[in-house]
């Protein structure tokens, strides 16, 4: 603006009213059109005071104009956590489908977008997902958020087995005559699984208490019933 005496300096302050004249930090300049190197305490949005001082040493603070929100920085990436949902087995095993869902956080500029990718494919920007297949996957996921900030990606193991193992049994020697053994018999079980790989073998003797193991002897007479699982 025009004054008699010239402009030779301004006054500026952030984010609060100027209570008095030399209430800001002063830049002194003769005519001055610029002010640079304004530093923002810290990251949000930032409202700027500025007043002028002219060389005759008038100043009033009352004759500030204001810039609301003249500021935005954000210096921060979103941080992004995916929350899993299915059954659950043993081990951190999935023993079904597997949903998962991508919530972000980003107090400042805000969160622009999440994506996601399965076992290093193809980049999909959304925040959901599903794994319906038995195997293991590789996730990753990031966010960015509106001031452009972009997230490390993440990466978790999502593991699936949704079938039972296969159990199998074979006695020590063939039956005799009749399906009757005449000595002791040993009955070995065996258990595979191609997915999250075999546990352990239950069995139990005539219908009595389970144990773990994958033998199990017979010798006395009788008729027995072996039962067994994996």
């Given at each position: 603006?025009s004054d008699?005496?010239?402009?030779?300096?301004?006054?500026w302050?952030?984010?609060a009213?100027?209570?008095?004249?030399?209430d800001?930090t002063?830049?002194v300049?003769e005519?001055?059109t610029?002010?640079?190197d304004?530093a923002?305490?810290?990251e949000g949005q930032?409202?700027?005071?500025?007043?002028?001082q002219?060389?005759?040493?008038n100043?009033?603070?009352?004759?500030?104009?204001?810039l609301?929100?003249?500021?935005?920085?954000?210096?921060?990436p979103?941080?992004?956590?995916?929350?899993l949902d299915?059954?659950?087995?043993?081990?951190?095993?999935?023993?079904?489908?597997?949903?998962g869902?991508?919530?972000a956080?980003?107090p400042?500029?805000?969160?622009?977008d999440?994506?996601?990718?399965i076992?290093?494919?193809?980049?999909?920007?959304?925040?959901t997902?599903?794994?319906?297949?038995d195997?293991?996957?590789g996730?990753?996921?990031?966010?960015?958020d509106?001031?452009?900030?972009v997230?490390?990606?993440?990466?978790?193991?999502?593991?699936?087995?949704?079938?039972?193992?296969?159990t199998?049994?074979?006695?020590s020697s063939?039956?005799?005559?009749?399906?009757?053994y005449?000595?002791s018999?040993?009955?070995?079980?065996?258990?595979?699984?191609?997915?999250?790989?075999?546990?352990?073998?239950n069995?139990r003797?005539?219908?009595?208490?389970?144990f773990?193991?994958?033998?199990?002897?017979?010798a006395?007479?009788?008729q027995?019933?072996?039962e067994?699982?994996g």
């Amino acid at each position: 603006p025009s004054d008699p005496s010239g402009i030779a300096g301004a006054y500026w302050k952030l984010n609060a009213e100027p209570g008095a004249p030399d209430d800001g930090t002063l830049v002194v300049g003769e005519d001055l059109t610029l002010i640079s190197d304004l530093a923002v305490p810290a990251e949000g949005q930032h409202d700027l005071y500025l007043w002028l001082q002219d060389a005759a040493g008038n100043v009033d603070h009352r004759n500030r104009n204001v810039l609301i929100r003249a500021f935005s920085f954000d210096a921060t990436p979103p941080i992004t956590t995916l929350n899993l949902d299915g059954p659950q087995g043993l081990d951190d095993w999935y023993t079904g489908v597997v949903d998962g869902t991508l919530e972000a956080v980003d107090p400042v500029s805000g969160v622009e977008d999440s994506r996601y990718r399965i076992d290093a494919g193809e980049w999909v920007t959304d925040t959901t997902f599903s794994l319906d297949a038995d195997g293991v996957y590789g996730v990753d996921y990031h966010s960015w958020d509106v001031a452009g900030n972009v997230e490390s990606a993440h990466t978790v193991t999502v593991s699936i087995d949704s079938l039972p193992p296969t159990t199998a049994h074979l006695p020590s020697s063939p039956p005799g005559p009749g399906g009757w053994y005449s000595t002791s018999v040993t009955v070995t079980f065996t258990i595979a699984d191609a997915t999250s790989g075999p546990l352990a073998v239950n069995y139990r003797l005539n219908g009595g208490e389970w144990f773990t193991g994958t033998q199990v002897s017979l010798a006395n007479d009788g008729q027995h019933l072996v039962e067994y699982r994996g």
